[in-house]
């Protein structure tokens, strides 16, 4: 794993992040990242579009495009619920700062993580792409998986997996 795409643990060796629910997964991104927290919004289905990227929101009349990580983490598809929400993110593609939404399940809570509870993302033992994981932050209720963001929409825009951006 690139040293620049391990998390950036403050001096006092946490990292803030928004925690969320994908599947069975429990992931959490730096709070930093986060730009909107949005109840379900009708979403627009773009012909032939990728399975990660397939649909766009009009949210405030700006186009959001709507990636699920249910693709990348090889999850089955399924329907929303009442806990559903989409988290807006800002994160750099192709040298361009670019606002994506993720499809979550539930979203908990903005929580500090602390670094002496991290562990590098095993090589075995994954359903998904060892890649794909910043690293892995034991918890008393379970385990945080710290995905790779830029690395699975870059990952997407060359075509890998059948999930890329069209966007």
Do not use: C
């Amino acid at each position: 794993m690139a040293e620049s795409n391990k998390p950036q643990w403050n001096e006092d060796g946490q990292l803030e992040v928004l925690t969320f629910d994908v599947g069975e997964e429990r992931l959490a991104v730096e709070a930093v990242m986060i730009r909107e927290i949005l109840d379900l919004l009708p979403e627009t289905k773009v012909p032939g579009a990728p399975d990660l990227v397939g649909s766009i929101v009009n949210f405030r009349g700006k186009i959001i495009p709507i990636a699920d990580l249910r693709v990348a983490f090889g999850m089955a598809i399924e329907p929303s619920t009442p806990d559903s929400r989409i988290v807006v993110i800002e994160t750099e593609l192709d040298g361009e700062q670019t606002h994506i939404g993720l499809r979550t399940d539930k979203v908990h809570e903005v929580a500090l993580l602390n670094q002496r509870d991290a562990a590098d993302t095993p090589a075995v033992g994954l359903r998904w792409r060892r890649d794909y994981a910043r690293g892995l932050v034991r918890r008393p209720d379970g385990v945080i998986v710290l995905p790779d963001l830029p690395q699975i929409f870059q990952s997407a825009q060359r075509g890998g997996d059948r999930m890329g951006l069209a966007y």
